[in-house]
Structure formats: structure tokens, C-alpha cells
């Protein structure tokens, strides 16, 4: 089963979005702020990043970086979250090192076509056809 790192300070969206993604199958683990996810990011060796811009102690952003910049987390991908939808935020999220990006209220049938695209032999690639890793 596929470990999702949720990266999220707001427990209202921790509790909501963990709830869902554990019914749809996943693992979750959670941080509530940018410093801690990225020592997570470490020690669980997840398959995604679902990661909250707006962090206290360390934002999305500099997590995004340093764990983009770190040899044995590099290569997992990183979904921004984020209520910033303005001209601009997107590409901001991608330059920081997110692989996709997801604006805040979360639309779960979206995010989760995202996360199927990112996570390597996903168990619902055979579902929608693809041969998976």
C-alpha cells in the first residue's frame, strides 16, 4: 500500500484529507510543520508529498527545496496544497521543486488522478488500463 507523507498544520485539513486518502487505500503519515516533514520525508521514505505552502517553523516552499536538494528524497514527488490560487502561485509551487499542484478546498476525485500519475506502480494503474512500473 502506497505511503502518503501528509505535510499539513491546519488539523481540521490534516483530519479530513488522512480520513479520505485511508479509505482510498493509502498509508498515512503526517507532519504538522515544514521542518518535521522533511525529517519524515527521511525516515518514512514515502511514495508521495502531499505538501501545505503555509507552514509554521519551515513553509512548503524551503521543505519543498531541501528535500528536493537531498539525494535519498529527491526522486519523491511533491504535491503543493495550497489556498494561494493567484496568477503566479502554480508556477512558484513548480519552481520550488513541487511536482504538481493542488489548490485548497482539496477536490479529492482531482487530487487523486494526480497522485495516481505520480506514484510508480500505483495500485489503481491496472484500473485505468496502464501497465504500471
Do not use: W
Not at 503555509?54 to 496544497?81: C, E, F, H, W
Not at 495550497?82 to 476525485?109: F, I, N, Q
Amino acid at each position: 500500500m502506497p505511503k502518503i507523507l501528509l505535510i499539513e498544520d491546519n488539523e481540521m485539513n490534516r483530519d479530513m484529507l488522512s480520513r479520505r486518502l485511508s479509505r482510498k487505500g493509502f498509508e498515512i503519515a503526517i507532519a504538522e510543520d515544514g521542518e518535521r516533514g522533511v525529517e519524515m520525508a527521511q525516515s518514512e521514505s514515502p511514495s508521495l508529498i502531499l505538501m501545505d505552502i503555509s507552514l509554521p517553523v519551515m513553509d512548503g516552499y524551503q521543505a519543498t527545496r531541501q528535500i528536493k536538494a537531498n539525494p535519498t528524497t529527491r526522486s519523491i514527488p511533491i504535491v503543493a496544497l495550497t489556498a494561494h490560487a493567484m496568477s503566479g502561485d502554480r508556477e512558484k509551487c513548480l519552481e520550488a521543486g513541487c511536482d504538481e499542484y493542488e489548490t485548497k478546498p482539496v477536490d479529492l476525485p482531482r487530487l487523486l488522478e494526480k497522485i495516481e500519475k505520480l506514484i510508480p506502480g500505483n495500485q489503481n494503474d491496472s484500473a485505468r488500463g496502464s501497465a504500471g512500473s
